[in-house]
């Protein structure tokens, strides 16, 4: 097979048969690189910017390489996207019927919308964290899969997912269009994706947020997962510990403007009670630390927060991880 140069940040140059791949590399490197690698970034080799690739990836042409791992904060948006892949293949296999929205990643994790006539509960969360374990725990690859247009529609229409068939319809302009499998879970997705479920383990399903397909005002009102996810269970502690921290200091402030309201001789705070108890409200909405209704994100969704919102996912040369309206690709410029 013809060999292509693969040139590592190192400056090191690898000659190796066209088709290896990133994990390929990270083996030769070292086991230890192997096992950490999560994603992988390319670039050709007169141009710096580059784009994050699966591990699986096969390279067809000379490139720059680099091997990310937790090291990398971009690894940590594919993470978070990983992860919201797994909240997805865990809802619809505890609740078949739900239809699917989009599910990027967000600041401090990331979200999926879901369809479906009942709201999910507090206990519905819990369910759906264990599921979500479960199928960590099997290691289940994240696999590209490429298919063509036609058959796309036709397997989002076949299961009556009917926001999907919108979205592949709207964002494939090529032929051929990107699906990732995660188990038995199917999506639409540009990708790229950590190459498998088993280190998606530090997250917290924190609220259910409404949210307006594509953020407009009419259309049917999906339900937003919202949950917390780091690389580790130690920086998730940490986060979720400052959330607290956050609460208590928004009660403790609170308590002494009422107390002060009610002290003999200060002329009464019209409505103080109602006034301190929406601002706590809004002060709880914006730290996060409302118990149905947090998660780092501002609560429901208006006309703008998809735009903010893929504002914020948006990344290096325009590249979005949000699942289902990043543009599908051909297999010719996903290839390298
Ligand atoms: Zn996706």
């Not at 994990?23 to 784009?51: F, Y």
């Not at 599910?103 to 999910?120: H, K, N, Q, S, V």
């Not at 397997?155 to 997912?161: D, E, G, H, V």
């Amino acid at each position: 097979m013809e060999p292509i140069h693969v040139t590592l940040p190192d400056g090191k140059v690898q000659e190796v048969p066209k088709g290896t791949t990133p994990a390929d590399i990270a083996r030769r490197i070292s086991p230890r690189l192997a096992d950490a690698a999560l994603v992988a970034r390319v670039a050709s080799p007169n141009d710096g910017a580059g784009e994050l690739i699966d591990l699986r990836s096969p390279l067809d042409r000379d490139v720059k390489l680099q091997i990310l791992t937790e090291k990398d904060p971009d690894a940590l948006f594919v993470f978070r996207h990983s992860a919201a892949h797994l909240l997805a293949a865990a809802v619809m296999e505890l609740y078949p019927n739900v239809k699917l929205g989009i599910g990027p990643p967000i600041d401090t994790g990331f979200f999926y919308e879901f369809l479906r006539d009942e709201p999910f509960t507090l206990d519905d969360l819990a369910k759906i964290e264990a599921k979500m374990h479960e199928l960590a725990a099997q290691d289940l690859p994240n696999e590209r899969k490429l298919i063509p247009k036609p058959e796309a529609l036709e397997l989002y229409k076949k299961s009556n997912q009917v926001f999907k068939c919108e979205l592949v319809q709207e964002k494939a302009v090529e032929p051929i269009v990107s699906f990732y499998t995660t188990g038995k879970f199917i999506d639409f997705c540009r990708g790229p994706h950590i190459p498998s479920t088993k280190r998606i383990q530090a997250f917290k399903l924190m609220s259910v947020a409404g949210a307006y397909w594509k953020g407009q005002e009419g259309n049917p009102q999906l339900q937003r997962i919202y949950a917390a996810c780091f690389f580790t269970q130690k920086e998730l502690d940490e986060y979720l510990h400052r959330l607290e921290e956050a609460k208590r200091r928004d009660h403790r402030k609170l308590g002494t403007e009422l107390d002060r309201d009610l002290q003999p001789g200060n002329p009464p705070r019209p409505a103080a009670p109602a006034d301190a108890v929406a601002r706590l409200e809004h002060q709880h909405a914006a730290s996060g630390a409302h118990e149905l209704g947090g998660g780092g994100e501002p609560r429901g969704a208006g006309p703008d927060d998809d735009e903010a919102l893929s504002k914020r996912v948006a990344y290096g040369n325009g590249y979005s991880f949000s699942c289902g309206m990043a543009f599908a690709m051909a297999s010719k410029s996903r290839s390298l």
